[in-house]
């Protein structure tokens, strides 16, 4: 088994600790902390962190990797990425220390030639195996159409064990729209509001929303709804984990964790309940962190013990 995440639009994100900032005003802030992210590689660096094998790939400017490559060796990433002329993108995120909310601001990004567009495709037709799982996430960069997503799970989802996406907007829009689904997505619950373009007011709703794209061919998909908890939906199962109450550093990955966690329970078989704790519990532990990633398997064992399951009984 192989892990291979692919994070097309990275970010070194700058996340700012401001308390009671104020727009329009000069505001002094309290820290400031320098992350990779980046969806997939988000998830890649949790699952490293917990011990499974993962390489991470997709595309980086190699003006400066070096944040990157401090990461990759410090976790034990293998690193695959394709360099492409100029910077990675900067995001800045301010969280508010008082209020733990975060405001974003998601700068462009490089553009993609189609010299790398065809290194990192040449790389995966190498790489994916029976047994890969491939977790695909984030936005795509210039460059790259709308519907990048949808070719690759189309170009592997009968040649790997697992394909994840986690992505938004137009993007995840194809993707639902493709006749090649992938094995599971994990929007939020806006997410899948705006690309449904229904209000999923109820449990019930998202459920049933939920098994239509099951019955298209989605194996696992997970609601994730913030304080709300998150909804795990199978085929002939649906489990909602309740959140868990921590103190709050950043909530910056924490969707991403959750889809760490789900992956890192499919990858040891277990069964939804447990996947969903354990996919609740990989995101509570990032949520006390500014850093991505796991304080400790210590503390992860100690949220999922923890957490509180729903069974919806259909």
């Known amino acids: 088994m192989n892990i291979i995440t692919v994070t097309p639009n990275p970010a070194i994100d700058v996340t700012l600790g401001v ?7 000069v505001n002094r802030g309290q ?9 997939a590689l988000n998830v890649a660096i949790n699952l490293a962190q917990s011990g499974l094998p993962v390489e991470a790939t997709g595309w980086l400017g190699d003006e400066n990797d070096d944040l990157f490559i401090q990461r990759f060796a410090k976790d034990n990433i293998t690193d695959t990425f394709i ?19 975060t405001t974003d601001f998601n700068m462009p990004s490089f553009s993609i030639d189609d010299k790398a567009i065809g290194q990192l495709s040449d790389y995966l037709s190498s790489s994916v195996k029976s047994s890969s799982i491939l977790v695909f996430g984030g936005s795509v960069p210039s460059g790259v159409g709308v519907d990048y997503y949808t070719d690759n799970i189309k170009t592997y989802r009968d040649k790997c064990q697992s394909i994840i996406v986690d992505t938004s907007g137009d993007a995840l829009l194809s993707v639902l729209q493709a006749d ?35 019955a298209k061919g989605i194996e696992l998909l997970v609601v994730s709804m913030g304080s709300k908890g998150a909804w795990f939906v199978t085929a002939d199962k649906a ?31 277990l069964d939804l309940t447990d996947i969903a704790k354990m996919g609740t519990g990989y995101s509570a532990v990032n949520i006390e962190n500014v850093a991505t990633g796991l304080s400790s398997q210590a503390r992860l064992e100690e949220f999922m013990s923890q957490v509180v399951v729903e069974q919806f009984t259909f």
């Open 19 to 25: 308390a009671d900032w104020q727009r329009g005003h």
């Open 31 to 39: 820290s400031v902390v320098n992350t990779i992210g980046g969806k």
């Open 83 to 101: 360099r492409v002329a100029g910077k990675t993108r900067q995001n800045i995120k301010v969280v508010d220390t008082t209020t733990q909310e």
């Open 180 to 214: 090649t689904l992938p094995s599971m997505i994990k929007p939020n619950i806006h997410e899948l509001r705006q690309v449904t373009g229904k209000a999923l007011a109820s449990d019930k709703e998202i459920i049933d929303e939920a098994r239509l794209w099951i």
């Open 239 to 269: 489990v909602k984990a309740l959140p868990l109450s921590v103190k709050v550093a950043s909530t910056v990955g924490a969707g991403d964790a959750m889809v760490a966690g789900t992956v890192r329970g499919m990858v040891e078989q």
